[in-house]
Structures are given as structure tokens and as C-alpha cells.
Antibody, heavy 117, light 113 residues
Framework: QVQLQESGPGLVKPSETMSLTCTVS??????????WGWIRQSPGKGLEWIGY???????SYNPSLKSRLTISVATSKNQFSLNLRSVTVADTAVYYC?????????WGQGTLVTVSA | DIVMTQSPDSLTVSLGERATLNCKSS????????????LGWYQQKPGQPPKLLIY???TRESGVPDRFSGSGSGTDFTLTISSLQAEDVAVYYC?????????FGRGTKLEIK
């Protein structure tokens, strides 16, 4: 059974960098059958697609976040990560990792990240 | 960006009755080369991540009950629950993946009458 689990700090200060990791079990990122993505959800913006990564490191990003965003993959650990720089209170959301590049068939439980001083 | 508009915002339906949820995109999601509509539907219950129900506008995800069906093409889509069950209370979202950034609707909250 495919499972995804997000991990990372729940509180980040404004202007700092948010770093989250998604650990995948029950599937292999290196096998290359799927892309691996990040989506966030906030009361103000609803569900927002952040971007995705392939096992080769190839990425696609939401243009609204592209200048601050890096999504990377660590195939040896079967993990992929999100780094969002210069965060503001508007980046406060539940962050989900998920499998897929078009539609998302498996999701993590989500992790709440609050941006606050 | 493609804007996804869902209606109604909330819907109250009696158990066993049909529920019809609508989703409209600001441009066509039909890719002519493969005749596929790049649209998915998700169900989200409180405290849980979204769950994929339908992709390619009408293909039911494995394990999803057959009372859920998706229809539509181009810019207008519908998710139908043929006979509402208590466990179907949730918020339902449509998502387009025709173009990046992929975008979601704001959701329809489905409740029991």
C-alpha cells in the first residue's frame, strides 16, 4: 500500500526558509512510474498546486511561487523535499505531498505550517 | 491561469437521493489529440487529505463506489452521487490538469437533509 508522510517544522518565522520532506513507502520514486508533488491548502486560497518532481530531478513549479521554490528528490532515501524561501504569513497552510503529475491518487495526511514571528 | 468555478457552494440532500455538483472551467479542458478532458474530482472529509474519486472527467478511481459518476466535456462538468449515503458528507473539489498551474475549484460542501 502506497503511503506518503510529510515532516518538517510546524512554525517558521517570516523571511526564513520553510523545508518539508515527504517520505514514500510502498512505491519507489526511482522506478520512474510517477511524478511526486506538493499541494497546500489554506482558508484564504483553498487548494493550491505548488509543483512536482520526477526521479531525474526534473521539476514543474507554480509560477506564483517559482522565484522562491525548490523541489528536490533523494531517490536513495525514497524522499522528496520542498524548500520555500522568504516566507510570509500568506504561506501559512496545510502542506500535502502527493503522487502524480496530473491528478493525485495518493496523498499524505498533511502538515500544518504556520508562519509567525 | 484556468479558473475553476464550482456550484453550488453548499448542497443539502436527503439520504438515498441524487446529488448533482457542478464545475465550470474558464477554458476548455478537452485535449483534441487524445479526446480526453483533463479534469478530476476529489472528496475531502474533515481532518483528512483530499481523496481522488474521478479522473479524465469520468473514470472512477479504483475502490470508489459506483454511485459516484463524472460527466461533461469542454468547460462544463458534473459529479453525480446517485444515492446519497451518510458517509458521503464532505467537501468536493474539481481540479484541472490541462495546463500548469493546475488549479482547483473552491469546493461544494455536501450535507444531509
Amino acid at each position: 500500500q502506497v503511503q506518503l508522510q510529510e515532516s518538517g517544522p510546524g512554525l517558521v518565522k517570516p523571511s526564513e526558509t520553510m523545508s518539508l520532506t515527504c517520505t514514500v513507502s510502498g512505491d519507489s520514486i526511482r522506478r520512474g512510474d510517477h511524478y511526486w508533488g506538493w499541494i497546500r491548502q489554506s482558508p484564504g486560497k483553498g487548494l493550491e498546486w505548488i509543483g512536482y518532481v520526477y526521479w531525474t530531478g526534473s521539476t514543474s513549479y507554480n509560477p506564483s511561487l517559482k522565484s522562491r521554490l525548490t523541489i528536490s528528490v533523494a531517490t536513495s532515501k525514497n524522499q522528496f523535499s520542498l524548500n520555500l524561501r522568504s516566507v510570509t504569513v500568506a504561506d501559512t497552510a496545510v502542506y500535502y505531498c502527493a503522487r502524480g503529475s496530473l491528478y493525485f491518487d495518493y496523498w499524505g495526511q498533511g502538515t500544518l505550517v504556520t508562519v509567525s514571528a | 491561469d484556468i479558473v475553476m468555478t464550482q456550484s453550488p457552494d453548499s448542497l443539502t440532500v436527503s439520504l438515498g437521493e441524487r446529488a448533482t455538483l457542478n464545475c465550470k472551467s474558464s477554458q476548455s479542458l478537452l485535449y483534441n489529440s487524445n479526446n480526453k478532458n483533463y479534469l478530476g474530482w476529489y472528496q475531502q472529509k474533515p481532518g483528512q487529505p483530499p481523496k481522488l474519486l474521478i479522473y479524465w472527467a469520468s473514470t472512477r478511481e479504483s475502490g470508489v463506489p459506483d454511485r459516484f459518476s463524472g460527466s461533461g466535456s469542454g468547460t462544463d462538468f458534473t459529479l453525480t452521487i446517485s444515492s446519497l449515503q451518510a458517509e458521503d458528507v464532505a467537501v468536493y473539489y474539481c481540479q484541472q490538469y490541462y495546463d500548469t498551474p493546475h488549479t482547483f475549484g473552491r469546493g461544494t460542501k455536501l450535507e444531509i437533509k
